[in-house]
């Protein structure tokens, strides 16, 4: 017969009930069975322990830094063996799904033959000795590599990490506030009024840019290590202390001679090599010095050299030389005073070189902007997970977080927010609260669940400075700003669509990150292209999605189509070298001819 598991849980509520007791370490703690509500703290875990013989005890909520968060400070007082590496993976696989996860302070542990955690039958079988079904269990961790599938609690995220749901209610504590508790202000009841049309009026790409750019504000200043300022952009002058080089210095491999003493014969009296005494190798009439000689030198010949042949000792000039011949002046490559770099200048590796040559090892530079990246949508799961059916992983956020990195931008993932108002303050409340930018996906068209503006009017008082723009593909996109305890935040809320929000970001958030740090030149890079075949155009402007070819000979490269241009279709994009700028079509021209060339914009790499 199977063995039966004999389950406990214990949710922590932060108001005390009627009849509800605190025990000494100050945890709520109430006690739901199938016999009924026990109310108690430490006593009851205690109980439940070692008179009710319960083999598992969940316990949920209260882990995280609220004033009256205090579940693992209980937990602590009742466990007789602590197991961190639970708690360690519990964090871990919650992080997946929210950075707030890293607040969290689960405990897992045993007394007697109990575990308290979330649901871990392998646990509890270990502790009762249940060898079948331990042996059971390795098995199929050996056929899988290691990897066990998780347990889900039944009231557990609908992410499906038993945690999950508890950790976002205290860290709304943890951030210190009324979020926990805070409800949206905004009322979207009333689908059969909403909109049918959007009330923002059509502007255009170039329009759109501006009003975004006109709203960059400079990031503040920091210092940093002269090797860790890749990519930042100087906030100061460099001026060089010292001259480079610091002394004459050859260019060449030869002799050092007198000019004046003309061709004919010299005598070696030694040589000089990088870092030697000037001392040691004055030039004086009738004599030279081998300056880093390895091989035959040309315009010279060996008369005289020692029996072994390892020393040169007399050689002939074969050609006049002439005063100052091959010699790098003092100075010559930079001068003392001179300004190296500007103000502005954006430092690459060559940059950093010359910061090195002239020894630089700290600079003030422009910092960059923080960007927070939040997806909506009741259909998105996390990437990880088994899909569940009438839902879609979410793509948008991995693809937008690594746009920006790959440009060493920092990014804060906000996780997913549900088509709900209240959940969806909550997540903005938290990006705010870690971001100079917000940038959304989805939740912005004119659907009853298109959510985004009324929240962001409504309980953040934002702006919206558009919500329409004459593009294809990104039509809806939004921006708005607010003021978040007294600090300016840029909200860019993009289509739900994976390319529209590529391309949107690539228009807008690009230059905008970019002027932010310091860069004069924000703007993206264009060239021109030659269409490779004919092309449908749209009646707006559309960003096609391209390779490009260069042929020798040929001053401007053929531009030939990823195919299918659908905004949710991922693909066009993976191999995407360009967007190109196709005008809208009009009555009388609605496609392009192949060798048509147009505008392109590169997606650089």
Not at 219 to 234: D, H, R
Not at 497 to 508: K, W
């Amino acid at each position: 017969m199977s063995e039966i598991i004999k389950v406990g849980v214990l949710t922590v509520s932060d108001r005390c009930a009627a009849g509800e007791a605190v025990d000494e370490s100050g945890a709520n703690l109430q006690a739901l069975v199938a016999s009924g509500t026990v109310y108690g703290g430490k006593e009851t875990l205690i109980n439940w322990c070692d008179e009710e013989k319960l083999q598992l005890i969940i316990t949920t909520g209260g882990t995280g830094f609220g004033p009256r968060d205090v579940t693992p400070e209980a937990v602590k007082k009742v466990i007789e063996r602590e197991a961190p590496g639970l708690s360690t993976c519990m964090i871990t696989e919650s992080l997946k799904v929210t950075p707030l996860a890293m607040l969290s302070r689960p405990v897992c542990g045993s007394r007697g033959k109990t575990f308290i955690a979330p649901a871990v039958p392998h646990a509890v079988d270990l502790l009762m000795g249940w060898k079948t079904r331990v042996e059971k269990t390795h098995s199929a961790l050996q056929a899988v590599g290691g990897h066990c599938e998780h347990i889900h609690h039944p009231r557990a995220h609908p992410h499906g990490h038993g945690l999950h749901h508890y950790h976002h209610h205290h860290h709304c504590h943890a951030l210190g506030g009324e979020a926990e508790n805070q409800e949206s202000k905004a009322d979207v009841s009333r689908i059969s009024g909403r909109p049918r049309k959007s009330p923002y009026p059509m502007i255009s790409v170039s329009e759109a840019l501006s009003t975004v750019l006109s709203h960059a504000e400079q990031c503040a200043n920091k210092t940093l290590p002269m090797q860790e300022s890749l990519g930042f952009v100087l906030a100061q002058n460099i001026i060089a202390k010292d001259p480079l080089p610091p002394f004459p210095a050859s260019i060449k491999d030869g002799y050092a001679v007198l000019a004046s003493d003309g061709a004919g014969l010299r005598t070696v009296g030694g040589d000089s090599t990088a870092g030697c005494s000037p001392e040691k190798t004055r030039v004086s009439s009738g004599m030279c010095i081998r300056v880093n000689t390895g091989a035959p030198v040309e315009d010279t010949e060996l008369v005289k050299e020692d029996d072994d042949g390892r020393k040169e000792l007399e050689i002939k000039i074969l050609k006049v030389p002439n005063q100052g011949q091959d010699i790098r002046p003092l100075g010559c490559d930079i001068a003392t005073g001179q300004k190296v770099l500007a103000c502005g200048t954006l430092l690459g590796p060559a940059e950093l070189g010359l910061l090195a040559t002239v020894g630089v090892t700290e600079v003030l530079v422009v910092n960059k902007p923080t960007i927070a990246i939040l997806s909506t949508g009741n259909e998105l799961q996390e990437p990880g997970e088994p899909l569940r059916e009438g839902h879609i992983r979410d793509s948008n956020k991995t693809t937008l977080m690594s746009l920006l990195r790959q440009y060493g931008y920092p990014v804060i993932n906000a996780g997913i927010a549900k088509d709900d108002p209240t959940a969806l303050l909550s997540s903005l409340k938290y990006a705010f609260s870690q971001a100079d930018v917000l940038v959304t996906t989805g939740g912005v068209s004119m659907g009853e669940r298109d959510i985004l503006r009324p929240v962001l009017t409504t309980d953040f008082d934002a702006h919206i400075h558009f919500a329409q723009v004459f593009m294809k593909p990104g039509k809806p996109t939004t921006f708005a700003t607010c003021q978040v305890n007294g600090r300016k935040k840029l909200i860019l809320g993009l289509p739900g669509n994976p390319v529209s929000a590529v391309v949107t970001s690539t228009l807008y958030i690009l230059p905008l990150c970019r002027k932010m740090s310091g860069r004069s030149d924000h703007m993206n890079t264009e060239i021109r292209a030659k269409l490779s075949e004919s092309i449908q155009i749209d009646p707006r402007p559309e960003y096609h999605r391209a390779t490009l070819c260069w042929h020798p000979g040929v001053d401007i490269p053929l531009a030939h189509s990823t195919g299918n241009q659908l905004s949710s279709r991922l693909l066009s994009l993976a191999s995407a070298q360009a967007l190109l700028k196709l005008p809208p079509a009009t009555p009388e021209v609605k496609e392009l001819a192949e060798g048509t060339v147009v505008d392109a914009i590169l997606l650089e790499m």
